[in-house]
């Protein structure tokens, strides 16, 4: 994605299966580029709905 993609007009939507297993820094790198640029980021878990989820991320 580059830089003329987004502007402070877009609506980013992530649709995620709520297993991320990268990098945790570069996931945050990611997630701050996007919150710079974009104006809504909506992020969609389907795990988030369980009452034994914990929003927890590590690297393996």
């Not at 389907?46 to 991320?57: I, V």
């Amino acid at each position: 994605m580059t830089e003329r993609t987004l502007d402070r007009r877009s609506v980013v939507i992530v649709i995620s299966d709520g297993l991320e297993m990268g990098e945790v820094a570069e996931l945050k790198r990611g997630m701050s580029w996007l919150a710079r640029r974009a104006d809504t980021i909506l992020w969609c878990n389907p795990l988030a709905n369980s009452n034994e989820y914990e929003p927890t991320a590590a690297a393996r």
